[in-house]
């Protein structure tokens, strides 16, 4: 049963920085990839990063380019997402996901999923 915790939410002003982290209760994360999703009321989940297994492949949601950068640490069991030049239009819950090896920006791809982890960016 692989199980997923979100963790390191909270308010922030614009501009600021928070780093994400999603333990995962396995240790063969090496077989799955990970990816962050978000999403604020009224609107759609989407997806915002993923690493592969190998964590050689990333992809990111074009509007978090340049600010989020996303990475694993398969001995630690835990994946990181570190968002650096907050927007209030990042404000959103933040899930962490798994499925098998490769990356995949796409919500229904995604087998498991954590409880999610609020972000607030407001001044």
């Known amino acids: 049963q692989l199980q997923l915790v979100e963790s390191g939410g909270g308010l922030v002003q614009p501009g600021g920085s928070l780093r994400l982290s999603c333990a995962v209760s396995?240790?063969?994360?090496?077989?799955?990839?990970i990816g962050w999703f978000r999403q604020a009321p009224g609107k759609e989940r989407e997806g915002v990063s993923c690493?592969?297994?190998?964590?050689?492949?990333?992809n990111y949601l074009d509007s978090v380019k340049g600010r989020f950068t996303i990475s694993r640490d398969n001995a630690k069991n835990t994946v990181y997402l570190q968002m650096n030049s907050l927007k209030p239009e990042d404000t959103a819950v933040y899930y962490c996901?798994?499925?098998?090896?490769?990356?995949?920006?796409?919500?229904?791809?995604?087998?498991?999923w954590g409880q999610g982890t609020q972000v607030t960016v407001s001044s």
């Open positions: 996901a798994a499925r098998k090896y490769g990356c995949i920006m796409s919500t229904s791809t995604y087998d498991y």
């Open positions: 396995l240790l063969t994360l090496d077989r799955y990839a």
């Open positions: 690493i592969r297994n190998s964590g050689i492949s990333t």
